[in-house]
């Protein structure tokens, strides 16, 4: 068993809107360990990308707010610690990735100053030193003639190179976690499977421990090692990718309709699945199971009670009551 | 502290240095006539070089590219030579030309070169009126005025004292304009309602009454005037620069550079000026025209500094005597008129140039 590096427990960060109070991460609780790739996994508002905001003390208050819970790192809890503390811990401990790299790089400035800057910002590097490793760096993420390719401006660069531009940066000061958010959405397919590869590569020469957050199970069975699928702020199910993508006995009923959805190459040509309806609103949820109104599978008991962790097999982690005690009863 | 000492810091250090010998020298050794402009001289020239010359020079491509944009704009690139040739002129000027507030009354009331002058004026001797012809002469280029001052010099020094107001107060009002507007936009809730409304009692504050009251107190002096004008002309910047902020801090960079464990300080400093500095050049352009006229305009009604020769002085001398030496009140008349409309015109060509959208 390795060891963990990153536990988050019964995290709740909610925003405190006009509306009412929504409950973006609602008691979310996972481990990262050393070396491996956890897959965050969800549809669009599941709170994914809040999840990882509040592990780096970046969410907006107001109106947001952590109310609840603990995030673990080296000891330390992330959630009580002081601003000057979080702010080594970003970037030196914990880095994170963008998106959309074309707005997270400043336009203003070259890739290569930008790099510079982030180094000398947590070590005392001088400039000199500084720019051979940002250049060092981009040589490390495949981008081609890197010494030219330093003085370009974000926009005088394709959007495969920003984006390994941006994973240059965030690994400039040798973070233990890298928290990537949708890296790959904004790109093409073959660029996808280039900075997949690139991710895939650092896992194993660097030692970092991923946090990926991606909407595609395609991508988690290319680069996962376990995955969180996410929805309505909870997590539903954690186990390791073979073990949900194999066993499909114990997937939780939304697993089961976010694999449906993928389109596959042996397939004949048909209409893609959707899930019907939408994801509930997180002012006002759902009793009971937040999933239920949309499940093909629920029970009475789904509506009444929420479901609580069933461990499965070992390491794989349901909140259903396919598999519950209760629901079994029933 | 021996990491990176770049030209930033050289630029951060340097003026404060600078500024520090300088006091020392003001308090300590008595009979030196420091001028209080000094001070502003030097911290306006590390702000400068810190934002404006460094960057340019670290970007020489991009500046290469927004010139071949400007040079397309003809009346910009005139506008610039008139205000380049000003500047020489300020500096230089000033050691060609004779005393500007030499006093000789044999000689007043020359006209310009190729002008004739016929006037009737009242011998006190011999208690007639005699005709007086006065014929302009290389000697004084622009004329004299009634008191026989060279008008050319007063023009020239006139230009030095336009041109170091209009910068210096421009450069008070940017740097607190957008330190005001940029920390406004970026911490929002009620930092930015306190400054904003700030602002507001600033912008409807009567800042010809508080410049009458200063000077009714400290006494007219270059330094007070510039000091009121750029302390007082903030408030349309700050508005300005935060509307653009507020854009800009809603985008991912600002978040990612948070991300990656920059300060609040390091995002302002570093990534939200930076990004505002080409509104900055255009406001600066186009504001420094007007802090020409509202000290010319004070000097006109005599709450100038009467220690220096402004073009608003030699206006109201003019004024007194249209009727017979019509070009003492012409020529600031006109380089107040070129002045402001070649700032403008630069300013407009540098707004074009800048924009992104137009196809210049």
């Given at each position: ?5 990153l536990s ?7 925003f405190?809107?006009?509306?009412g109070?929504v409950?973006a991460?609602?008691d ?7 070396g491996?790739?956890?897959c965050?996994v ?6 994914k990308?809040?999840?990882a905001?509040?592990i ?14 603990e ?8 959630v009580?610690?002081?601003?000057a503390?979080m702010r080594?811990?970003?970037?030196r401990?914990?880095a ?8 997270a790089?400043n ?5 290569g ?9 947590h ?5 000199r030193?500084?720019r051979?490793?940002a250049i060092?760096?981009l040589?490390?993420?495949?981008i ?6 330093a003085s370009y401006?974000?926009h005088?660069l ?5 984006q ?11 973070p233990?976690?890298?928290i ?5 959405t904004?790109?093409?397919?073959t ?21 990926f957050?991606?909407h595609e ?16 702020g909870?997590i539903?199910e ?8 194999t066993?499909?006995?114990f997937?939780?009923?939304y ?5 449906k ?10 209409r893609?699945?959707?899930i019907?309806?939408?994801v509930p ?6 009793s ?9 599978k629920?029970?009475?008991i789904c ?10 097999t070992?390491?794989?982690t ?8 209760q629901?079994?009863?029933k | 502290?021996?990491?990176r000492f770049?030209?930033?810091?050289l ?5 404060a240095?600078?500024i ?13 006539i420091?001028?209080p ?9 590390g702000?400068f070089i810190i934002?404006?010359i ?7 491509r991009l ?5 071949q ?11 610039l030579g008139?205000i ?6 300020a500096?230089i000027g ?5 005393d500007p ?5 044999e000689?007043?009331n020359?006209?310009p ?8 004026i009242?011998e006190?001797?011999t208690?007639q009126?005699i005709?007086?012809?006065?014929t ?15 008008l050319?010099a ?12 209009g ?8 740097a607190?304009?957008?330190?005001i ?17 700030f602002t ?27 000091l009121?004008?750029g302390l007082?002309?903030w ?5 300005l ?10 985008r ?5 550079a ?10 302002v ?12 050049i255009?406001?600066?352009?186009l ?22 020769t ?7 001398a003019?004024?007194q ?8 009140a012409v020529?600031?008349?006109v380089?107040?008129f ?17 924009d ?5």
């Amino acid at each position: 068993m390795k060891e963990t590096i990153l536990s988050v427990r019964n995290l709740k960060t909610y925003f405190f809107t006009r509306r009412g109070t929504v409950r973006a991460v609602d008691d979310v609780d996972f481990e990262l360990k050393k070396g491996e790739c956890l897959c965050l996994v969800g549809e669009s508002g599941c709170g994914k990308t809040v999840t990882a905001l509040s592990i780096l003390g970046l969410v907006d208050r107001p109106p947001g707010r952590i109310v609840g819970g603990e995030i673990n790192y080296d000891g330390i809890n992330l959630v009580s610690c002081l601003p000057a503390r979080m702010r080594q811990i970003r970037g030196r401990e914990i880095a994170m990735i963008f998106q959309d790299a074309q707005s997270a790089l400043n336009p203003v400035f070259t890739i290569g100053d930008q790099i510079v800057e982030q180094i000398k910002l947590h070590s005392e590097k001088s400039h000199r030193q500084a720019r051979e490793m940002a250049i060092d760096l981009l040589k490390e993420v495949g981008i081609p003639s890197p010494d030219e390719a330093a003085s370009y401006y974000p926009h005088q660069l394709s959007g495969g190179m920003r984006q390994r531009a941006m994973i240059a940066m965030s690994l400039s000061c040798d973070p233990r976690i890298l928290i990537a958010d949708e890296p790959t959405t904004a790109v093409d397919v073959t660029i996808k499977a280039q900075i997949l590869d690139i991710f895939q590569r650092l896992k194993e020469s660097r030692q970092i421990s991923l946090l990926f957050i991606t909407h595609e199970m395609g991508l988690v069975s290319e680069i996962g090692d376990r995955v969180a699928v996410m929805y309505a702020g909870k997590i539903v199910e954690i186990a390791s990718v073979t073990e949900l993508l194999t066993n499909p006995i114990f997937q939780h009923p939304y697993t089961s309709s976010l694999i449906k959805c993928l389109p596959g190459i042996t397939q004949e040509r048909e209409r893609l699945e959707s899930i019907p309806g939408t994801v509930p609103s997180l002012i006002d949820p759902p009793s009971g199971c937040l999933f239920h109104p949309r499940c093909a599978k629920a029970m009475a008991i789904c509506r009444e009670k929420e479901p609580p962790p069933v461990n499965v097999t070992k390491g794989h982690t349901v909140f259903c009551h396919l598999y519950s005690a209760q629901g079994m009863k029933k | 502290m021996t990491k990176r000492f770049g030209i930033r810091n050289l630029a951060l250090i340097l003026p404060a240095l600078l500024i520090g010998l300088t006091l020392l020298l003001d308090i300590f050794v008595i009979e030196t006539i420091v001028e209080p402009l000094v001070y502003l001289y030097i911290a306006l020239g590390g702000i400068f070089i810190i934002y404006v010359i460094s960057p340019l020079y670290a970007s020489r491509r991009l500046v290469n590219y927004y010139w071949q944009r400007v040079k397309r704009n003809r009346l910009a690139v005139a506008g610039l030579g008139f205000i380049l040739f000003l500047i020489l002129l300020a500096i230089i000027g000033p050691f060609l030309t004779a005393d500007p507030t030499a006093v000789s009354f044999e000689e007043k009331n020359i006209p310009p070169v190729g002008f004739t002058l016929k006037e009737s004026i009242y011998e006190l001797e011999t208690g007639q009126f005699i005709t007086r012809t006065a014929t302009g002469d290389w000697q004084h280029p622009l004329g004299t005025d009634n008191k026989g001052r060279d008008l050319l010099a007063m023009i020239i020094s006139g230009a030095g004292v336009s041109l170091q107001v209009g910068l210096l107060a421009t450069g008070i009002a940017l740097a607190l304009g957008t330190l005001i507007g940029v920390i406004s936009a970026y911490f929002g809730g009620k930092t930015d309602n306190i400054l904003m409304r700030f602002t507001d009692i600033m912008m409807t504050f009567p800042f010809f009454l508080l410049l009458v009251l200063i000077v009714f107190i400290f006494g007219a002096n270059l330094a007070i005037i510039v000091l009121v004008i750029g302390l007082t002309g903030w408030t349309g910047t700050a508005r300005l620069i935060r509307s653009e902020t507020l854009s800009l801090r809603t985008r991912e960079f600002i978040m990612a550079a948070k991300a990656l464990g920059a300060s609040d300080g390091r995002v302002v400093l570093t990534h939200l000026v930076p990004n505002v500095i080409s509104l900055i050049i255009v406001i600066a352009t186009l504001s420094i025209p007007g802090v020409i006229v509202a000290e010319a305009a004070l000097s006109f009604i005599g709450l100038g500094d009467p220690a220096v020769t402004s073009w608003g002085m030699v206006l109201r001398a003019g004024q007194q005597t249209l009727d017979t030496a019509w070009w003492v009140a012409v020529a600031p008349g006109v380089m107040l008129f070129l002045t402001v409309l070649a700032f403008n015109f630069v300013g407009d060509g540098l707004r074009d140039a800048f924009d992104p959208r137009s196809s210049l």
